[in-house]
């Protein structure tokens, strides 16, 4: 049987798409499900808001150390931090999980595609199913292969 995606759009949620995970990983361990449930990220937009970030507390610094104060150096963390979360906003965070079981496990494939999506993380995130014959399953297939 060819395996079928589960993709997850959590916007720029990153606490439930980590709790989303944390949630499969339990999975995996408690079901011994290693090779048949497998997930990665997808995040767009990351690199241009990670360089913003680290540039950010690099120009704070440098400004706290001109003036040689403790408190300069606590406020300006601060505002880095501020500043480092308000910029989650920017990125867009899907989770991708593959079911691959084989043909003799129909039923705990089947169980599983229904069971993800009604789960508490999983409800709020725009859940698509991608079967083997669906258009959009050789795409999602190379962007799963793709992703680290």
Known sequence: MAHSF???DFGGNEEAAQQARHRIDAWKQGFRLDKKLQV??????????????????????????????PAAQKSSAK?????ATS???????????????????????????ERIPTEEPFKSANPKIIRAGDGDFK?????FDSLD
């Open 79 to 83: 505002k880095s931090s501020d500043e």
């Open 40 to 69: 990665k990220f997808e995040r767009n937009e990351l690199e241009k808001s990670e360089e913003e970030e680290a540039a950010k507390p690099a120009k704070a610094a440098k400004k706290s150390k001109s003036k040689d104060k």
């Open 87 to 113: 910029g989650d906003g920017n990125e867009k965070i899907r989770l991708i999980v593959r079911l691959d079981f084989s043909d003799h496990e129909k039923l705990s494939h089947q169980r599983w595609v």
């Open 139 to 143: 795409t999602t297939s190379d962007l």
């Open 6 to 8: 589960l993709v997850f």
